[in-house]
């Protein structure tokens, strides 16, 4: 399985953003999918999930301005859109899969 992340990019402070993040090939047992940032320094932390029930999850940072959903078409894709950035949003995002698969970073910049 591979988790292909898109959507990322410049934007100023108060701006939004959507993720995309799709798993391709043969996902078995689907738990949880969503989304984790790790700023320059940082450790890497929670942003958003939503498991097989669409049950969702976010990091304390972001509740309120971002939202993850699940594509009910195509149930291995996730979204998150980002509202109200702001320049401590700035990282990259990970998509994960199952919390043991990973996608590569999608850079997210926000400018004050």
């Known amino acids: 399985v591979q988790l292909q992340a898109s959507g990322g990019g410049l934007v100023q402070a108060g701006g939004s953003l959507r993720l995309s993040c799709a798993a391709s090939g043969t996902v078995i047992g689907f738990k949880s999918m969503g989304w984790y940032r790790q700023a320059p320094g940082k450790q890497r932390e929670l942003v958003a999930t939503i498991n097989n029930i669409g049950r969702t999850n976010y990091g304390d940072s972001v509740k309120g301005r971002f939202t993850i959903s699940r594509d009910n078409a195509k149930t291995n894709t996730v979204y998150l859109q980002m509202n109200s950035l702001t320049p401590e949003d700035t990282a990259d995002y990970y998509c994960?899969?199952?919390?043991?698969?990973w996608g590569r970073g999608t850079l997210v910049t926000v400018s004050s």
């Open positions: 994960n899969l199952n919390g043991g698969v």
